[in-house]
């Protein structure tokens, strides 16, 4: 927090003091990107200086963040991020590349990349003296919050769809949470949130909305590049290319500004062309890119990768951005791609839930198209555990065989 300096909007570009500002742009409701000092920060800390770091969390980059350190030691709070950067040759010699690395963040406290989020709106929620903290959510946000809610004794309260997956709305209700299923989709949900924010006083997590999201969620590339660098480096390696999958397109956003933190302060050379990946069921930001739009329009959304199925993208236009601004793309897949994408990750011990595996169904089109090189070096980001999703799971891995319980029978199935 010490060098959260202000906010900036990302629609008309004015600059605001940290104090007069609750979620968006009073102007034009553009959403807000948090600026640091980084020079300031420059001053006191250094890749080598985080890497000397023995937390092994998100809160490992805490010069880096706009909120303070929660304390709350030994809590689900402490265990948000650091997940595994896994190589994989395998994949990548099938896909002719050289160096594929993908970033497994289902191992996160509740399963999804979320946490990333819900961990920093928790902590600011603490700091402004938030009594309880909401959301809209397709399930993943819902259950981040929830979760992080919990470990910090917050009361949360989550509005989904009714059809959220039951594994998800499973996970809100252990957790503690005030859950309200809202007989209508995620979008019609969200709106709802903002009003129920309003009347009740609640502070509001939701994405594209509330700025703490993205910083959280930008704690990814600080990872990446982190876990790409040798221990003790003075400056950090960066990929060439990050795919990751596009709901809202809050996560790609959360990316790219932890790219550009990072290339900010010189801890590395480049930011990685960044690819956003969505299904052709709900493509609203893909639209824009192919069309060379500047605003979205709005699609109806059917998909089975639930985490991304959203009509109205809400951080869509920093979306877009992220990917022109870094030369990546926007690339929409079939759910069957995705569904394939999930048995292909489940060979390296990976098991993404539908919006999970999306990012790899993308990099398998983009090296099909020609949009990344062998030698350049790649990471998939997996933002969420199959476990959230089984019978999407089922879909991709299709069903067990069943026989009697004799040898005879088992001969019969194995030879
Ligand atoms: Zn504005």
């Known amino acids: 927090m010490a060098f959260f300096e202000s906010y900036q909007c990302s629609l008309c570009g004015h600059v605001w003091e940290p104090e007069a500002i609750a979620y968006v742009c009073p102007h034009d409701d553009g959403n807000l990107d948090v600026r640091l ?4 920060i420059q001053a006191g800390n250094s890749p080598a200086s985080i890497s000397a770091e023995i937390e092994t969390s998100i809160w490992r980059y805490l010069p880096l963040l706009p909120v303070d350190d929660p304390g709350r030691e030994s809590t689900q709070l402490r265990a948000v991020g650091w997940t595994p950067l896994i190589r994989s040759s395998r994949l990548a010699q099938e896909l002719g590349l050289e160096a594929l690395w993908l970033k497994d963040d289902g191992r996160n406290p509740t399963a999804s990349f979320k ?4 961990a920093i709106v928790v902590v600011r929620a603490e700091e402004i003296g938030a009594g309880t903290v909401v959301t ?6 819902g259950a981040a ?5 919990a470990a910090a004794e917050l009361p949360a309260v989550i509005l989904a769809p009714s059809n959220a997956p039951q594994a998800k709305v499973a996970q809100l209700l252990i957790y503690g949470a005030r859950v309200i299923l809202v007989d209508g989709n995620y979008d019609q949900a969200f709106d709802l949130s903002l009003q129920a924010a309003e009347e009740f006083g609640w502070y509001c997590r939701n994405t594209g909305y509330n700025a703490f999201t993205v910083e959280g969620k930008k704690t990814a590339a600080f990872e990446i590049c982190e876990q790409l660098s040798e221990p003790g480096a003075e400056r950090w390696e960066s990929p060439e290319a990050v795919f990751v999958s596009v709901g809202d397109g809050n ?10 933190d990072l290339h900010e302060l010189g801890w590395i050379d480049h930011i990685p062309r960044i690819y956003g990946i969505q299904s052709t069921g709900s493509a609203a930001v893909t639209n ?5 739009a500047d605003e979205i329009e709005p699609v109806r959304s059917n998909t089975l990768a639930d985490s991304i199925s959203v009509d109205l993208p809400r951080d869509g236009l920093r979306a877009l951005r992220a990917v022109r601004e870094t030369n990546g793309a926007m690339i929409a897949v079939e759910d069957q791609k995705i569904l394939q994408a999930i048995a292909t990750l489940g060979r390296e011990a990976i098991f993404a839930e539908p919006a999970g595996a999306t990012a790899f169904a993308g990099l398998e089109v ?15 980001v997996i933002t969420g555990s199959g476990l959230k999703d ?15 319980p004799n040898l005879e029978a088992l001969r019969e199935v194995v030879t």
């Open 366 to 380: 983009a090296v099909e198209s020609g949009l990344v090189e062998s030698g350049e070096r790649i990471v998939a």
């Open 115 to 118: 946490d990333r989020a819900s």
């Open 288 to 292: 824009a890119f192919l069309a060379g």
């Open 251 to 260: 996560i790609i956003t959360g990316l790219h500004k932890g790219f550009k």
């Open 145 to 149: 919050l929830a979760g992080m809610a």
């Open 390 to 404: 089984v019978p999407a799971a089922m879909k991709a891995a299709g069903e067990a065989v069943v026989i009697q």
């Open 136 to 141: 809209a959510s397709t399930g993943n946000a």
């Open 37 to 40: 000092d980084y020079s300031a």
